[in-house]
């Protein structure tokens, strides 16, 4: 699985820098206009579109046929992916929080809450919408799974909307806005684990010959 990390770093290397250089230069300039923190909610889904870069470059350079005379399994394979998604959604995370120390270190008031809510926010869409598009990518062919990368992040948001409105019911969700969203992320790490054994049962299936 380390050879197929490395394969989708060196792919997307290009892309990964310029994201992290982006989103330092955002988190610098929103700061005039909104609490920088907030970028973490953005940081980590931006990050992840290298992961869709990779699978593109797979598609097209056909590498897909040619690693199945290799001795990497297709579990290794989709759990390349996942992880490689996992990784850049945490750099994503971390990149946003550059600013932010830096912002603090000069006097500017960012709490360790709103970090906490605002991360927990991020990661939640990203983690729901890459259950939804990663599997998907295996699925369809890369045009269509593309469309559904952009959309899963519209799907993502609002099943979190959805979740908001359900916990509400059990308890105010204004009054323990952290706790609600913690319970939203854990409940997002479920649905990646279990969409990363759906991709694996659609990756066998699939005719790669």
Same mark, same amino acid.
């Given at each position: ?22 989103? =330092? ?18 940081? *980590? ?41 996992? %990784?850049?959604?945490? %750099?994503?995370? %971390? ?39 990663? *599997? ?5 062919? *890369? ?16 099943? =979190?909307?959805? %979740? ?7 308890? *105010? ?34 005719? =790669?010959?």
């Amino acid at each position: 699985m380390k050879g197929v990390l490395v394969k989708d770093l060196y792919i997307a290397r290009s892309n990964v820098l310029v994201t992290i250089v982006s989103l =330092i230069v955002l988190g610098f300039g929103i700061s005039f206009l909104m609490e920088t923190g907030a970028l973490l909610v953005l940081a *980590p889904v931006v990050a992840t579109t290298a992961v869709f870069i990779s699978i593109t470059s797979d598609a097209a350079s056909k590498w897909n046929k040619n690693v199945i005379t290799m001795p990497v399994s297709r579990n290794q394979i989709i759990g390349g992916k996942f992880l490689f998604y996992i %990784l850049l959604a945490i %750099l994503g995370m %971390l990149t946003a929080l550059i600013p932010c120390v830096v912002l603090v270190c000069c006097g500017m008031d960012i709490t360790l809450y709103s970090l906490c809510l605002y991360g927990s926010i991020g990661m939640s869409a990203t983690l729901l919408a890459g259950g939804i598009s990663l *599997p998907c990518a295996y699925l369809f062919d *890369p045009e269509k799974s593309q469309i559904v990368f952009m959309m899963s992040f519209m799907a993502g948001t609002g099943i =979190i909307a959805g %979740l908001v409105i359900f916990l509400n019911l059990v308890f *105010p969700v204004k009054e323990h806005i952290l706790l609600a969203f913690s319970i939203i992320f854990m409940i997002s790490v479920i649905w990646f684990l279990i969409s990363y054994r759906i991709a694996v049962k659609v990756y066998w299936k699939k005719d =790669i010959t």
